[in-house]
């Protein structure tokens, strides 16, 4: 305890400072995620209507006759 009560009130200011900061990315870094979120829903249902269209094209590729070159 070098500088008494001075030292310790400067200890106290640095660590609200790093709290403050720590505070803010923590928001940043939520805000990113839940954008990606956004975005791999938004991902996943366009896959989905993807695969349900690829789906039907291939069923109605298989309920036509073959040509007659077959």
Do not use: C
Not at 13 to 20: N, P, Q
Not at 34 to 47: D, F, N, P, V, Y
């Amino acid at each position: 305890m070098s500088d008494g009560p001075a030292h310790a009130s400067t200890r106290i200011d640095d660590l609200e400072v790093r709290i403050a900061h720590q505070d803010a990315v923590i928001a940043d870094l939520n805000d990113v995620i839940t954008s990606q979120w956004r975005k791999i829903g938004a991902l996943e249902r366009q896959i989905a209507l993807l695969r349900e269209e690829f789906q039907n094209g291939t069923a109605s590729r298989e309920a036509q006759e073959p040509p007659p070159h077959y």
